[in-house]
């Protein structure tokens, strides 16, 4: 064949020449993969859903004698049993080896690695159908963005999915049927959703066997032939293994329906009549998914599409949903789709490669679209690395000061006791029993309470609602909390805690003309200032509020407010009027008239000073909401320091 290229070479396994090149593209994968997922997770960018579910469900089985057990999922799944949620035996496998090392990071590390493992079976399939063009797609894969998000999402089951499925295909492709059903049975094993991706492989492969037998006009054949039994097998398989999963499911947790709730309207032929408007709902989005998909590899795999065909399994189901996770490459779903693109690429470019008419048009054409490939594909990868901005989903954004502190105060927590904590620091404190994203009911009172106002998700949800909202709500009903260690926006509360903190560091923000927004004036620069600009309000302004902001939260206690203020001149007359202030200024928590005869002399840098205690984090305003036209006042900073918890 033209180019070198054979439809099925001789294969030597792990003797082929290229082994070495494809073992380090694996290992320095693996590695690569390996830093970025424990960088975000030693960064707080893990979450309870899903890295901290599974870190308890694995240490609650090893180590407290529960099966599978985790609370995040408490508000539809009471009983706790991971196997309520989704249907994984495979986890069972990763016991062993989680039962090394019992952390989060194992995890993380197990999941690097099945990602990276993807590389050998593809590179098997490639070599089978290009030949000395594998090393190509594999490269292919390392910079293919959606693979990459895999790992940038916490620890989820789909990640095991391309590795399994890709084995699965290449030893269907070999005939080596024995090996074929131990990775079938693997990849089923994973989560409910493969059995309808292995049903499809298995009806396409059936259409492949029956297309071949009509060409060659042999029908009674095709159903003697092994491959041809095999494929019924792995149909009648994945159907009995589909409402197997779901019974079980069912039986762990009697109390939801073990089909999500963004299919309801697609099992449920009364809701049928909601589909084309689910079809049409975030339609660009959907649009954008395919292109990121299929874009990076030229949109080759649509050569390839019989092969391609089991993926719109997952796609069709993600068109007809409004859920936006299940179509955008950042999330775990990939998994579903990866290994049926990347072996729909290579069968294109098999086709590519055997295509008389486009040989005769360019001997080289295999060639051109393997170089078109790799450039359209690290141009895809920047696009995607951009817009997502990866950077800051590996590396963050939090002060490492700030991580540290988090870190000590976590450490301050005993390993017997119960925690109510937020999203971001769950997987921290996941090696336990009894700890919980949101209370389980109305009288739980746990031990410790952590919560870090500075971490994304006391702000966001889940749970819902965010603890911006829950916290206080929960300390106004349960008045027996007392702040047991506070630092930088980190607070540890502790049930029937009366003493003074065992570890605390004043809460301090300078807040400048960059935090602060401006009402009426200007900003102007002045080289005696902190940040050498400051807020300038003249006579020439109107009346009335001079600034406002910032909007931030701050945690309990009681602070002292330090605003450095000059004037022009002095006057017998209210200049301006301070004020903290919470619920969009609705709240006056404290608040001072500015006589300018409070001021010594004019034109100098001078000290207003006021207080007030918050009980719960609040979001604060620090405003001058009045001031006058009779001197020109000026602003350099305000200095907020808190004074006692």
Same mark, same amino acid.
């Given at each position: 064949a033209e180019d070198g290229i054979r439809s099925q070479p001789r294969s030597r396994g792990l003797g082929d020449v290229y082994k070495r090149q494809v073992f380090c593209v694996f290992i320095l994968h693996f590695i690569f993969l390996s830093y970025i997922s424990l960088q975000r997770y030693y960064s707080f960018l893990s979450t309870a859903l899903d890295l901290g579910i599974f870190n308890q469900a694995f240490w609650t089985t090893l180590f407290e004698g529960q099966f599978f057990y985790e609370t995040p999922d408490f508000w539809f799944n009471p009983k706790g049993c991971f196997f309520g949620v989704h249907f994984s035996p495979i986890l069972f496998l990763l016991l062993p080896i989680y039962a090394l090392y019992p952390h989060p990071e194992t995890l993380l590390v197990i999941q690097a690695f099945f990602i990276s493992l993807t590389i050998i079976p593809l590179y098997f399939l490639a070599k089978i159908k290009i030949r000395k063009y594998s090393l190509v797609v594999l490269f292919l894969y390392v910079v293919y963005a959606p693979a990459i998000f895999l790992a940038l999402f916490d620890f989820h089951l789909e990640a095991l999915i391309p590795a399994l499925l890709l084995f699965t295909i290449y030893f269907y492709e070999k005939k080596e049927f024995q090996k074929y059903f131990i990775f079938l049975l693997l990849s089923l094993s994973v989560i409910e959703f493969v059995p309808i991706l292995t049903a499809t492989y298995a009806l396409y492969n059936l259409l492949r066997e029956f297309a071949s037998a009509f060409k060659a006009k042999n029908l009674k054949k095709v159903v003697k032939q092994k491959s041809f039994i095999v494929s019924v097998l792995t149909l009648f398989l994945s159907v009995f293994w589909l409402f197997l999963s779901l019974f079980i499911k069912s039986v762990c947790n009697p109390y939801a329906h073990p089909l999500p709730s963004s299919f309801a309207h697609i099992t449920n032929p009364r809701q049928w009549y909601l589909i084309p408007e689910y079809l049409r709902t975030k339609l660009d989005e959907k649009l954008l998914y395919i292109i990121e998909l299929l874009g990076p590899l030229v949109f080759l795999p649509i050569l390839g599409l019989p092969e391609l065909f089991p993926a719109f399994a997952w796609i069709i189901l993600a068109y007809l949903t409004d859920y936006v996770p299940y179509f955008q490459i950042t999330y775990q779903y990939n998994g579903f789709v990866i290994p049926f693109i990347f072996y729909a690429f290579i069968k294109g470019l098999e086709r590519i490669s055997l295509d008389k008419v486009l040989r005769k048009m360019n001997k080289n054409i295999l060639k051109k679209a393997l170089l078109l490939s790799v450039v359209v594909s690290m141009l895809f990868s920047s696009y995607a690395w951009t817009k997502y901005k990866a950077d800051k989903r590996i590396f963050g954004h939090y002060d490492p000061q700030h991580l540290k502190l988090l870190q000590s105060i976590i450490a301050l927590i005993p390993p017997d006791v119960s @925690?109510? $904590?937020?999203?971001?620091? %769950?997987?921290?404190?996941?090696?336990? &029993?009894?700890?919980?994203? #949101? #209370?389980?009911? =109305? $009288?739980?009172? !746990?031990?410790?309470?952590?919560?870090?106002?500075?971490?994304?998700?006391? /702000?966001?949800? *889940?749970?819902? *609602?965010?603890?911006?909202? %829950?916290? *206080?709500? %929960?300390?106004?009903?349960?008045?027996?909390?007392? @702040?047991?260690? =506070?630092?930088?926006? @980190?607070?540890?509360?502790?049930?029937?805690?009366?003493?003074? !903190?065992?570890?605390?560091?004043?809460?301090?923000?300078?807040?400048?003309?960059?935090?602060?927004?401006?009402?009426?004036?200007?900003?102007?620069?002045?080289?005696?200032?902190? #940040? /050498?600009?400051?807020?300038?309000?003249? &006579?020439?302004?109107? $009346?009335?509020?001079?600034? %406002?902001? *910032?909007?931030?939260?701050?945690p309990p206690g009681t602070y002292e407010v330090i605003f450095r203020l000059k004037v022009s001149e002095i006057v017998n007359e209210t200049i301006l009027i301070l004020d903290v202030a919470t619920n969009l200024g609705s709240k006056i928590l404290a608040q001072v008239a500015v006589n300018g005869t409070q001021f010594q002399q004019p034109n100098q840098w001078e000290n207003v000073t006021l207080t007030f205690t918050i009980n719960v984090p609040l979001e604060l305003e620090i405003r001058g909401i009045w001031a006058s036209n009779i001197t020109n006042i000026y602003l350099d900073y305000i200095l907020v320091k808190q004074i006692a918890v």
């Amino acid at each position: 064949a033209e180019d070198g290229i054979r439809s099925q070479p001789r294969s030597r396994g792990l003797g082929d020449v290229y082994k070495r090149q494809v073992f380090c593209v694996f290992i320095l994968h693996f590695i690569f993969l390996s830093y970025i997922s424990l960088q975000r997770y030693y960064s707080f960018l893990s979450t309870a859903l899903d890295l901290g579910i599974f870190n308890q469900a694995f240490w609650t089985t090893l180590f407290e004698g529960q099966f599978f057990y985790e609370t995040p999922d408490f508000w539809f799944n009471p009983k706790g049993c991971f196997f309520g949620v989704h249907f994984s035996p495979i986890l069972f496998l990763l016991l062993p080896i989680y039962a090394l090392y019992p952390h989060p990071e194992t995890l993380l590390v197990i999941q690097a690695f099945f990602i990276s493992l993807t590389i050998i079976p593809l590179y098997f399939l490639a070599k089978i159908k290009i030949r000395k063009y594998s090393l190509v797609v594999l490269f292919l894969y390392v910079v293919y963005a959606p693979a990459i998000f895999l790992a940038l999402f916490d620890f989820h089951l789909e990640a095991l999915i391309p590795a399994l499925l890709l084995f699965t295909i290449y030893f269907y492709e070999k005939k080596e049927f024995q090996k074929y059903f131990i990775f079938l049975l693997l990849s089923l094993s994973v989560i409910e959703f493969v059995p309808i991706l292995t049903a499809t492989y298995a009806l396409y492969n059936l259409l492949r066997e029956f297309a071949s037998a009509f060409k060659a006009k042999n029908l009674k054949k095709v159903v003697k032939q092994k491959s041809f039994i095999v494929s019924v097998l792995t149909l009648f398989l994945s159907v009995f293994w589909l409402f197997l999963s779901l019974f079980i499911k069912s039986v762990c947790n009697p109390y939801a329906h073990p089909l999500p709730s963004s299919f309801a309207h697609i099992t449920n032929p009364r809701q049928w009549y909601l589909i084309p408007e689910y079809l049409r709902t975030k339609l660009d989005e959907k649009l954008l998914y395919i292109i990121e998909l299929l874009g990076p590899l030229v949109f080759l795999p649509i050569l390839g599409l019989p092969e391609l065909f089991p993926a719109f399994a997952w796609i069709i189901l993600a068109y007809l949903t409004d859920y936006v996770p299940y179509f955008q490459i950042t999330y775990q779903y990939n998994g579903f789709v990866i290994p049926f693109i990347f072996y729909a690429f290579i069968k294109g470019l098999e086709r590519i490669s055997l295509d008389k008419v486009l040989r005769k048009m360019n001997k080289n054409i295999l060639k051109k679209a393997l170089l078109l490939s790799v450039v359209v594909s690290m141009l895809f990868s920047s696009y995607a690395w951009t817009k997502y901005k990866a950077d800051k989903r590996i590396f963050g954004h939090y002060d490492p000061q700030h991580l540290k502190l988090l870190q000590s105060i976590i450490a301050l927590i005993p390993p017997d006791v119960s @925690i109510l $904590t937020q999203n971001d620091i %769950f997987p921290h404190v996941s090696n336990r &029993k009894n700890v919980f994203l #949101s #209370s389980p009911n =109305e $009288t739980f009172e !746990p031990d410790f309470i952590l919560i870090d106002i500075k971490l994304e998700f006391y /702000k966001s949800p *889940p749970p819902y *609602p965010p603890y911006i909202i %829950f916290l *206080p709500n %929960f300390l106004r009903k349960h008045r027996n909390y007392g @702040i047991y260690a =506070e630092a930088d926006g @980190i607070v540890l509360y502790k049930l029937n805690w009366t003493g003074s !903190p065992v570890f605390y560091e004043p809460y301090v923000r300078i807040l400048t003309y960059k935090e602060l927004k401006l009402g009426t004036g200007h900003t102007a620069y002045d080289k005696s200032s902190y #940040s /050498k600009r400051i807020l300038v309000h003249t &006579k020439h302004d109107a $009346t009335g509020v001079f600034w %406002f902001g *910032p909007y931030e939260l701050f945690p309990p206690g009681t602070y002292e407010v330090i605003f450095r203020l000059k004037v022009s001149e002095i006057v017998n007359e209210t200049i301006l009027i301070l004020d903290v202030a919470t619920n969009l200024g609705s709240k006056i928590l404290a608040q001072v008239a500015v006589n300018g005869t409070q001021f010594q002399q004019p034109n100098q840098w001078e000290n207003v000073t006021l207080t007030f205690t918050i009980n719960v984090p609040l979001e604060l305003e620090i405003r001058g909401i009045w001031a006058s036209n009779i001197t020109n006042i000026y602003l350099d900073y305000i200095l907020v320091k808190q004074i006692a918890v």
